[in-house]
């Protein structure tokens, strides 16, 4: 069971930047791809960004490319979310997302298996 736990949320003003991180209690963290998603109120849950097990590759979400970026340190078991050029539609919990397996590319919640209790990010404009 790989547990997840979220941190870096809070209140930003638009055109700012927040960076999240989401430590991993697995020991073998780099037999896992990882991802980021949100859900604003109201809303699904939606695809933000993707890695997969070695940094190589990320994958975006349209609304986010170009603004947000993810990253990971396998010596840390840790998987970060570095958001710029914030603005008040990128308002919603934040959850980290793992996938057993190396690759990448997955967009659907129900590809992942295990998620962390998220975390609130809340832009004013």
């Known amino acids: 069971q790989v547990q997840l736990v979220e941190s870096g949320g809070g209140l930003v003003q638009a055109g700012g930047s927040l960076r999240l991180s989401c430590a991993a209690s697995e020991r073998t963290f780099n037999n896992y791809a990882m991802a980021w998603f949100r859900q604003a109120p109201g809303k699904e849950r939606e695809f933000v960004a993707s890695i997969n097990w070695s940094g190589s590759t990320t994958y975006y979400a349209d609304s986010v490319k170009g603004r947000f970026t993810i990253s990971r340190d396998n010596a840390k078991n840790t998987v970060y979310l570095q958001m710029n050029s914030l603005k008040p539609e990128d308002t919603a919990v934040y959850y980290c997302?793992?996938?057993?397996?190396?690759?990448?590319?997955?967009?659907?919640?129900?590809?992942?298996?295990?998620w962390g209790q998220g975390t609130q990010v809340t832009v004013s404009s």
């Open positions: 997302a793992a996938r057993q397996g190396r690759g990448g590319g997955y967009y659907t919640p129900r590809a992942y298996d295990y």
